[in-house]
């Protein structure tokens, strides 16, 4: 659908607003009312730009990852070694570049909305798991780099180590956002310098789960 500029504004106002109410609230939580009353568009409006509120939310998560990948190309494009770069990256989820006071973890979508898009939309959680993948790819890629640089030990495979890494990261967040207080991505922090610089072998094979103990009979 081709837009005129001014409905392209509309459409972004549109989905700027859904952001900042989804951020707080939660998906399900913020009604198309709200998000009307809050953008001071008519129903009608909603319904050319978005066939669905379904339809917005995928719209949203796109425009949100999209976003996300920009952010993190740029930070990381920036001079440095391969580990320096990579820890500008998780640094930015503590205190984001040019403020202090708020980082990307306060403001992260994946924290906000993946168990429950995961549940609610099928489409939704595709959108916001492909931005996750690319972003795992991402950050094995500065693995790779430092490795290759010499600024990181080898190790188990970078892929594994991102993944690892990524699950880590959103649990502090998690605990962050619950607590109100940033020590979980602090301790978060130094446990990724410990993973990163030892030879973590035990990441690239999986031990098996613990069977059940055996009822006597």
Not at 65 to 82: I, Q
Not at 121 to 138: F, K, N
């Amino acid at each position: 659908m081709t837009l005129t500029q001014k409905a392209q504004a509309t459409r972004q106002h549109i989905l700027d607003t859904g952001n900042q109410l989804v951020l707080r609230k939660g998906f399900a939580a913020v009604g198309l009312q709200e998000i009307l009353k809050t953008c001071g568009v008519p129903k009608g409006s909603f319904y050319h730009y978005f066939p669905s509120k379904e339809a917005f939310g995928c719209a949203l998560l796109l425009q949100y990852v999209e976003g996300y990948g920009r952010k993190v190309d740029s930070l990381l494009a920036a001079d440095g070694t391969g580990y320096e770069r990579l820890m500008r990256y998780w640094d930015a989820w503590i205190a984001a570049p040019g403020d202090a006071h708020c980082g990307w973890a306060e403001e992260c979508l994946v924290v906000k909305l993946a168990a429950e898009v995961a549940d609610l939309s099928e489409e939704m959680r595709q959108v916001l798991d492909g931005g996750v993948q690319r972003l795992l790819a991402r950050i094995a890629a500065v693995i790779d780099e430092a490795r290759s640089d010499g600024s990181l030990p080898a190790g188990p495979p970078s892929l594994v180590v991102a993944r690892v890494l990524y699950q880590m990261w959103l649990g502090a967040a998690l605990l962050a956002k619950l607590s109100q207080d940033r020590s979980s991505l602090v301790q978060a922090r130094a446990a990724t310098v410990h993973l990163l610089t030892c030879n973590a072998s035990t990441l690239s094979s999986p031990q098996p789960l613990p069977s059940s103990p055996k009822e006597s009979p």
